[in-house]
């Protein structure tokens, strides 16, 4: 079963440019964290955000959390082609399993 | 290393053969997951450990599918009598505790024909 789902399905912009993919989840969280795939394999840690923050940053990197609307946001700023991946949200319900989305296909054109 | 090293990379196994799939977690983490991705979707959990125990083993598919974790550090995913539809990419994961960040390994890919 799903918890998270990942809008867009599929995102392509160009270099320099925003990205911003959103995350809809059913349940309460304690919290929701964001990964990047690149071709399918192994999944990069991005960022975890609590139930209890509202905004997180990471370099270029700002996630938000609205639990009363039950969603969160990604957003890349100055997209690069390396940023070319799959994300995923994956909630976290107080206990460790972790349910993932579908996930967005990101691609920067150069 | 300091990441989560799994083996095979790759693995191609015939159907009915049995294979196994090693998970090596980041040093010091006690809590180890197996989750398991197709082509096109998100990783779907298999089985959470705890130290050497499987806290949780409701998301392997059938009796086909077994987890070890005897030392509560590497652990070793078998799959007996694979089937066509075992083939996916395998995703370890490992992290301090269940409340903290998630680090995943590279995944094997299982290509069962």
């Known amino acids: 079963s799903q918890q998270g789902e990942e809008d867009p399905q599929a995102l392509s912009i160009q270099e320099g440019e925003n990205a911003t993919m959103n995350c809809s989840y059913k349940t309460s969280i304690n919290n929701l964290q964001w990964y990047r795939q690149n071709s399918g394999r192994g999944l990069v840690h991005l960022i975890l955000?609590?139930?209890?923050?509202r905004e997180k940053h990471s370099g270029r990197l700002r996630v938000t959390l609205d639990t009363s609307k039950k969603s969160s946001s990604l957003l890349i700023t100055a997209s690069r082609a390396a940023d070319t991946a799959s994300y995923f949200c994956a909630t976290g319900s107080g206990t460790y399993k972790y349910i993932f989305g579908t996930g967005t296909r990101l691609k920067v054109l150069a | 290393g300091a990441g989560v090293s799994q083996t095979p990379s790759n693995k191609v196994t015939e159907k009915g053969k049995y294979v196994e799939l090693r998970c090596d977690p980041i040093s010091g983490h006690t809590a180890l997951y197996w989750y398991r991705q197709s082509l096109g979707q998100g990783p779907e959990f298999l089985i959470y450990?705890?130290?050497?125990?499987?806290?949780?083993d409701s998301g392997l598919p059938n009796d086909r599918f077994f987890a070890v974790r005897p030392e509560g550090s590497v652990s070793t995913l078998k799959i007996q009598r694979t089937e066509r539809g075992d083939s996916a990419v395998y995703l370890c994961?490992?992290?301090?505790?269940?409340?903290?960040?998630?680090?995943f390994g590279q995944g094997t890919r299982l290509t069962v024909v």
């Open positions: 994961a490992s992290s301090l505790n269940q409340y903290t960040e998630a680090f």
């Open positions: 450990f705890q130290g050497t125990g499987a806290a949780d």
């Open positions: 955000i609590r139930s209890n923050e």
